[in-house]
């Protein structure tokens, strides 16, 4: 491709709207433009990247014997009836009536249609195992749609859908696919991590989301320094709370909160965690149940933020004798944890048998009068014990906290769908079953903005070359010139033919601004020639990811090139 016929606008600012990297930089570099909110154009080199993230992506499924086929976008509202979901899904299914005043929706996830596909059709177990996948334009009327590509409304997703006899069956494609990720985010060159995510009822380690690691990442992910151990934090708050299930704890709990000499938000700030990090925490073990907090009424805006959140009871700290009146009011009352206010000793009949949480470690005194009176104490610092922070629960090597991006997700649906939707098979002993299901998703539109997330730098996007729109920049200086021109062809006539995505910057334009685009762009190798360097036998290479050139004989460019 010709720098002169390619529809590549690039723009010197990025628009007010845009708020992380990837965002900027591919309006900046003319890959995106945005048509409504959460909605894009997806321009020439952006729609390349994009289709080589498909393909790569197309190419492991295929290897890992998934079959591509191509569903509707426009479902009707009988099939989301029939699986519970239409009730169910919320707002982000987009949902309007065609001419018959008929409901239908726009695809957000296909388990329905696939379901409904196949229904009638797979009757017997020897028709199975099967895995169908599409690459497709799914809707979702996000609630907060932001940063371009990251999460939009309208993106491009394969989704794959496997179908087995039995549970070993199953487990069997569900880790294929997990193997088919691991190759497809390795041939991608991203720096990923997959972790365990909550399964729901099926249980097990069979939910596993694949994050690319970056800064700007919306997911925390608890992960092990020394293992492969990893966890989404939602998966390990659902394992704290089993923990603390398995530890008893009364049924209907509250739990009461006292921060003692600091705020949770100043807790929050030394252990290096979100206010609401530590308040999720809390709500995850009191499941779901409210939780009423006793706060220092002054210090604690960001808890009173959080109540909006997480719509809990905020109370200001009250004397010692109002105390008693309000646990006992409170059903259920668990505990209070407030070591330095001296409630304690009032508090221990009503600590018999009871709970004490809070955000403080408590010390040994406190735990040895508690325990003595039959008071197991758990204390915020223990729960990052138990589960958060370090014993990695696979070896108990110290976690770390990486942000990610979830890029892709396999899960184990189970027989949810096929039960509800009567999708059954024979089995070998002719006996009638639901079909085993899995489904198995990647943003593959989100994958191009992960990977500029976690490549870049001050002068724009470096893309590893898998991604590159183009692979090679060959940056003719001297356009007037007809030794470097002349050059120039030649260079992108050879490396086209060796197979290589190139570019040719054949624009009549100042050296700075091309270099600038090329930069920005993010070519993994640009290949500079001018006349003064030709003049001297030079051509020079650029590694865009290093931000490093050599020199290059041109004479014998091609050999040395290789
Ligand atoms: P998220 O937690 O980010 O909302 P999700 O868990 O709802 O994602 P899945 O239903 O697992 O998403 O869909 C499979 C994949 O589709 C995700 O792993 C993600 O890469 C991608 N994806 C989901 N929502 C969006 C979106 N709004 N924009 C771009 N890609 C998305
Ligand atoms: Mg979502
Ligand atoms: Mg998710
Ligand atoms: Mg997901």
Redesign the pocket.
Known sequence: MRFTQLYAPTLKEAPADAEVISHKLMIRAGMIRKLTT?IYSYLPTGWRSINKVAQIVREEMNRANAQELHLPTVQPADLWQESGRWDFYGKELLRFKDRHNRDCCLG??HEEVITDLIRGEVRSYKQLPLNLYQIQT?F?D?IR?RFG?????E?I?K?AYSFDVNDGAADKSYWAMFDAYQRIFTRLGLKFKAVEADSGSIGGSFSH??MVLADTG??TIVSCSACSYGANVERAEVKLRAEVKELKLPEAVSFVLTPNKFSVAEQAEHLGLATSDILKTLMCVADGKPVAFLVRGDRELNLVKAKNLLNVAVLDLMPTEMLSEFFGAMPGFVGVVNLEIPVYADLELQLKDGWIMGANRIDTHYCNVSLRRDVKVITYADLREIDINDPCPRCGAALEFPKG?????V?KLGTKYSKALNANILDENGKEKPIIMGCY???V???VAACIEQNNDQYGISFPPAIAPYEIVVINLDVKSEEATKKSEEIYEMLKNKGFDVLLDDRNDRAGAKFKDADLMGMPIQIIIGSKALANNIIEVKDRSKYEKSELNAGSFELEFD
């Open positions: 959460g957000p996830t799914k979702r996000e749609p590509l990251m999460r939009g409304r993106f997703m989704d989301e694949f919306e997911d991006i979830e890029v892709g997700h899960f998703g990647i943003g539109t989100r994958v």
